[in-house]
């Protein structure tokens, strides 16, 4: 028989093995304790009986084995000359599972969010003589620009802000018979030709007819848009002004005025005039500061609100539309604010990620600093707004100033940027953002040409990434504050939760490497992911997004590809959502529940 340790305790699977290898070391104690005399001596083991033929060895050889031989406990200073029986112990609680380290960025989801994105926060603003090359008339406010205006609003209301620099070159005319034809065109004119017809309409370029409203009465009515109109400040005509507004809301109402801006980057009134002075030397006019000062504008800006308050709230008045950060009237801000209080009901500021002094190379828009982190350019003004109680909307916003930068503006790299530099301004407490571009600019999202009657669309790069934002920030969704660990430059996660609770993650690779993204945000399904692309960063055509591509007439066309992401289980700890991400290209991902 084969005595096991009293002291331990086996299990059925272990016993088996126990036992042989127990009997093994009875086996090795036997050969040790035969005849040693040839032999040096060993040393014993614990239990061990002295080694040669003794009587007290031959009586414990003969000796009936009532007792086991190793019968004491292990401890831990011999362990290691026991049997393996010996180690035999109470097997130890199951541990809790290590959390695998994965490859690339794991995301994991916080328990704070930002502001909800409001529905109307995306929109567009367009120099004010481009309506009619945009939405055409009768029968061709259907178009491709209105079908475009609704893909990104999704059935909600969608800004429109009307105003630029033709704001401040543009004038009301409330009867076109009083003006010869040749000026009534839907293009700039020359300035001595109008102010020869209108003498007080100095410095402008475009006249603005009851004909011209009625196109966007219309256009905004079908379309749900909300409009913010310009009105000249430059050429000091508050009377103008005035019938101007009077004809809008008479024609528009209320519902589809967001409000009225007076006057456009004033702090730059003074570059202009000097090239109206040489352009139309008889007709400047000297009496007027040049450049226009700070002390001077305040003062013009409540002569124009006085006279137009009798019709438009001051909730309905806005200002100071004033380029930021790096004008130096951009610090005054506080003051505006303080100075018209009472009388302005919104802040307007215009953003350029790329200032004129940086290279703006398609490297310098997809950095940083222009990207994921330009909310921190307008966080402090956002703060000042809001402390003086007034939403904050960049009315006038794009990659570059100045028509923007061919060959970066124009090329997919503005697509990658533009979603992300968005969510960035919203998470820095901006309330909506107005994408500025005019004819023949290099940032715009998108141009109509026609032949004859019929209208078709041009779709820029840029178009997508908004598409792409519009998809993302859908149903009043939150961005989430996230946890990372892992390190991939250029890669960036966004998680939105929308109003319902669904999770989306809008992930965008900006580098020119290949990045795994670990979405650990809990068992949620499987998940639907679509993909925006281009052959390369600096491609000017064939994005594709979903599988898709917009067509001339505003639709996306071909068949939408949608992929399937699954849940990975590597343990009770790990369970993540992998998602590989491709060097400059961008990925939304959508979760069942």
Excluded at 431 to 456: E, L, M, Q, S
């Amino acid at each position: 028989m084969v005595w096991l340790p009293q002291s331990s305790y086996l299990g059925h699977a272990q016993i088996r093995p126990a036992l042989k290898k127990h009997a093994q070391a009875l086996a090795q104690a036997d050969r040790q304790s035969a005849p040693l005399s040839s032999q040096p001596s060993q040393p014993l083991l614990p239990s061990q009986p002295p080694a040669g033929n003794s009587p007290d060895r031959q009586a414990q050889v003969d000796k009936p084995r009532s007792n086991p031989p190793y019968n004491q406990t292990p401890s831990p200073n011999n362990q290691g000359s026991q049997p393996a029986a010996g180690k035999a112990s109470i097997p130890s609680p199951k541990t809790k599972p290590k959390r695998i380290i994965l490859p690339g960025t794991t995301v994991s989801l916080g328990r704070r969010s930002s502001a909800a994105v409001p529905a109307n926060f995306l929109g567009f603003s367009w120099e004010t003589w481009m309506l009619p090359q945009m939405i055409g008339s009768g029968k061709q406010y259907w178009g491709p620009a209105g079908r475009l205006i609704r893909n990104l609003s999704s059935g909600n209301s969608f800004s429109l802000r009307l105003g630029g620099d033709s704001q401040d070159r543009s004038w009301w005319v409330s009867n076109p018979k009083t003006v010869p034809a040749s000026l009534l065109k839907n293009h700039p004119v020359s300035r001595s030709d109008i102010v020869q017809a209108i003498p007080q309409a100095r410095g402008t370029r475009f006249l603005i007819t009851p004909s011209w409203i009625n196109r966007l009465a219309v256009f905004s009515h079908n379309n749900n848009i909300h409009n913010l109109v310009g009105l000249n400040l430059a050429s000091e005509a508050p009377r103008n002004s005035l019938s101007y507004t009077s004809q809008m809301i008479r024609k528009l109402g209320w519902k589809y005025i967001q409000g009225f801006e007076i006057g456009n980057e004033p702090n730059l009134y003074g570059l202009w005039r000097r090239q109206w002075q040489k352009v139309d030397n008889t007709f400047i006019d000297t009496q007027q500061p040049n450049p226009m000062e700070w002390d001077y504008y305040i003062r013009s800006w409540k002569a124009h609100q006085k006279t137009l308050h009798r019709l438009v709230p001051a909730r309905k008045t806005i200002g100071p539309t004033i380029p930021c950060p790096f004008s130096s009237w951009c610090k005054r801000t506080g003051q505006f604010y303080r100075s018209t209080k009472g009388r302005v009901g919104m802040s307007t500021l215009h953003l350029y990620a790329m200032p004129l002094s940086t290279a703006r190379s398609r490297e310098q828009l997809l950095s940083d600093p222009f990207s994921i982190h330009l909310g921190g350019q307008i966080q402090k003004k956002a703060q000042e707004a809001h402390r003086a109680g007034l939403p904050i909307r960049l009315d006038e916003f794009n990659s570059s100033a100045h028509g923007g930068m061919p060959g970066t503006s124009d090329s997919f790299a503005s697509a990658l940027w533009a979603p992300g530099a968005m969510l960035s301004l919203q998470r820095a407490g901006v309330d909506g953002v107005n994408v500025h571009f005019g004819y023949g600019t290099a940032y715009k999202p998108f141009w109509i040409r026609w032949r004859g009657r019929r209208a078709t669309a041009q779709v820029a790069p840029l178009y997508y990434g908004l598409q792409l934002f519009a998809w993302a920030t859908k149903g009043h969704s939150r961005t989430m504050v996230t946890r990372q660990t892992g390190s991939s430059p250029g890669m960036d996660t966004w998680i939105l939760r929308s109003g319902s609770g669904k999770l989306k993650a809008l992930l965008i690779n900006r580098s020119d490497r290949n990045h795994q993204v670990n979405l650990s945000l809990g068992e949620r399904g499987n998940a639907r992911m679509l993909r925006m692309h281009a052959a390369s960063p600096a491609s000017k055509s064939g994005v594709v997004l979903g599988g898709q591509r917009f067509g001339g007439d505003g639709r996306l066309h071909g068949r939408p590809v949608r992929h399937l992401v699954r849940l990975k289980r590597f343990n009770k700890q790990t369970k993540v959502y992998q998602v590989g991400m491709p060097s400059y290209s961008a990925a939304l991902v959508s979760f069942s529940r």
